[in-house]
């Protein structure tokens, strides 16, 4: 059954990180906007903070996020004055209306960035917004850039949970990609991390890259599962050389088909799965007594641009270019370009140049988007009860679907759409087709599983 929706719906689809999604923002939402949705944020409220560093010593060639490779250190210092800049400019905006409950480093590679320089950011942020006690902090972390100095400026900053991308532990694959990274480095990091009083490891795994197979899949997930994370993350290698110029670095011909690809997903999962890990959402995995799978257990998940979270904040502010901001009005992007963004942000400017405004069709579809993504599941009464006649329009579809399709992506159970457990892989191809914008948009996304 599997086999035949893998052939049927394994299209390409958005990985429903928000909704809407990125290619719809549009210049209207700019930095008007945005000093206009800082200023309105209520006071007392819980904000979550995401800062982005844009810069990497080497470029893997898997990688799609916004970043620039530099053997020079003085670009980043130089990023580091704007980067404040911009924090400061925010922070003044925010005042005391906000409370930061998490922080969230990625990049490109936060941990390029010298000790001394992690831990005067780390202190100008908790000198510019208003941290509670039990501030959540995770930094992405690369294992080759990684020394003593590094791990005590982590847990200097009060890093909370530290993300490690493994990838793929194969030779040859790690070549094909240009991220040689060994298990014996991932564990000196794992160790040092936990040695320092760190209380949450996450590691980041592909499937579907050159050269991958079911067998060197099942070598990395053995290997992993033996430093005991307490979170992993299960991602499928997207390949988007229309997007990523240096992704064209890797021969399509080393890439696993649409059929491996599935075969390697369900291997890795069940390989998990088998070490007590629960399943949180389409592709985390967590301990049972940690709080994600507490939170995915009491249906209080949620998804934004870092994947799954128990972070419940409404507001979510992105600093650094690229970096994307959600509030209660809709979603805002800084300019991508660092040399751009830099100017902007000089003198008391914002950065945001693209973002979107939702509506409240946006909004009824981004919940039933959301729960689908988290719970595979979502409640029909819910839906009427918090979006009234928006959400009576959306229960039509819902039953039409559940009724109608004769592949079962969607059942009603009860009160509730609930998506059969062979339907689950393909949860991105079900949610598409409660995106309007999807429908009529032109964007290319990556494959569904």
């Given at each position: ?6 052939a049927r719906i394994g299209e390409n689809v958005p990985r429903y990180t ?307 901001g959600r509030f209660r009005q809709g979603y805002v992007q800084n300019k ?114």
């Amino acid at each position: 059954m599997q086999s035949a929706l893998a052939a049927r719906i394994g299209e390409n689809v958005p990985r429903y990180t928000s909704y809407p999604t990125a290619p719809h923002f549009h210049a209207g939402v700019d930095a008007a906007v945005y000093r206009d949705w800082l200023e309105a944020l209520e006071s007392g409220g819980e904000i979550s903070l995401y800062l982005h560093i844009p810069y990497c010593d080497r470029l893997c060639w898997f990688c799609a996020c916004h970043t620039k490779q530099t053997r020079h250190y003085e670009p980043v210092a130089a990023y580091l004055r704007s980067l404040k800049a911009e924090i400061a400019t925010v922070a003044g905006l925010v005042s005391s209306k906000g409370h930061v409950r998490a922080v969230h480093f990625g990049g490109g590679s936060p941990t390029m960035l010298k000790p001394g320089d992690m831990v005067a950011l780390g202190t100008f942020l908790r000198d510019s917004f208003d941290f509670v006690s039990d501030t959540k902090i995770s930094v992405e972390i690369d294992p080759n850039e990684m020394d003593e100095a590094r791990l005590d400026a982590l847990a200097g900053i009060g890093m909370t949970r530290a993300s490690l991308g493994v990838q793929d532990f194969d030779p040859k694959v790690q070549k094909a990609i240009n991220r040689e990274q060994s298990f014996l480095q991932t564990k000196a990091v794992v160790d040092g991390v936990r040695s320092r009083g760190v209380g949450s490891v996450n590691l980041d795994l592909l499937y579907g890259l050159p050269h991958q197979t079911r067998e060197s899949v099942c070598s990395t997930l053995a290997q992993a599962l033996t430093l005991e994370p307490d979170r992993m993350a299960l991602f499928g290698y997207a390949h988007v050389p229309w997007f990523k110029k240096h992704h064209t670095m890797i021969d399509e011909v080393w890439l696993p088909g649409p059929a491996e690809r599935f075969v390697q997903s369900q291997l890795a999962a069940r390989a998990i799965m088998d070490k007590g890990y629960e399943t949180i959402g389409l592709d985390h995995f967590a301990k049972p007594g940690g709080a994600l799978a507490i939170a995915s257990r009491a249906g209080a998940l949620r998804r934004n641009f870092q994947g799954y979270t128990e972070d419940r904040c409404e507001t979510l502010i992105g600093l650094g270019p690229s970096s994307i901001g959600r509030f209660r009005q809709g979603y805002v992007q800084n300019k991508t370009t660092t040399a751009e963004y830099e100017g902007m942000v000089a003198h008391g400017g914002l950065a945001t140049v693209r973002g979107i405004a939702l509506s409240d069709d946006d909004r009824v579809r981004g919940w039933i988007i959301e729960r689908l993504m988290c719970d595979f599941a979502f409640s029909a009464v819910d839906l009427v009860e918090r979006f009234g006649k928006a959400g009576q329009k959306l229960l039509l579809q819902s039953s039409t679907m559940a009724l109608h399709d004769p592949v079962r992506l969607l059942e009603l159970d009860g009160d509730s759409f609930v998506v059969p457990a062979e339907s689950r892989p393909f949860v991105r191809s079900i949610a598409a087709k409660f995106d309007k914008h999807f429908q009529s948009g032109t964007a290319r996304h990556s494959v569904a599983v």
